[in-house]
Nanobody, 127 residues
Framework: VQLQASGGGLVQAGGSLRLSCEAS????????MGWFRQAPGAEREFVAG????????RYADSVKGRATISRDNAKNTVTLQMNSMKSEDTAVYYC?????????????????????WGQGTLVTVSS
């Protein structure tokens, strides 16, 4: 699976941003998807995940209530809508795809459970 993330940029604190990730190369619906981020000097952390069908989602506590992950299996895309952004949201955001054979409608929050990664898109929140 090849993943191409887009939508990063500079946003003011309190503002919103929508990140998109387009997948190609494999059957998209077979993969659970996730968004991770890595701030300068920090480890990569889970932000949000969505199951193959899209009916299950999971969020990190740090973004719960401010983020919405969704997917369009017809268009092979997954998006992350972030609202009420804070300076601590500043990071490089990565989309990722994973698959565990025999496990359906899964969500994974550990980066070790993801097989494919996009190139990352930088989000900077100014205060």
């Amino acid at each position: 699976v090849q993943l191409q993330a887009s939508g990063g940029g500079l946003v003011q604190a309190g503002g919103s941003l929508r990140l998109s990730c387009e997948a190609s190369g494999r059957t998209f619906i077979n993969y659970y998807m996730g968004w991770f981020r890595q701030a300068p000097g920090a480890e990569r952390e889970f932000v949000a995940g969505i199951s193959q069908s899209g009916d299950r989602t999971r969020y990190a506590d740090s973004v719960k209530g401010r983020a919405t992950i969704s997917r369009d299996n017809a268009k092979n895309t997954v998006t992350l809508q972030m609202n009420s952004m804070k300076s601590e949201d500043t990071a490089v955001y990565y989309c990722a795809a994973g698959r565990i054979f025999g496990l359906i409608n899964a969500i994974q929050s550990s980066d070790s459970r993801y097989n494919y990664w996009g190139q990352g898109t930088l989000v900077t929140v100014s205060s």
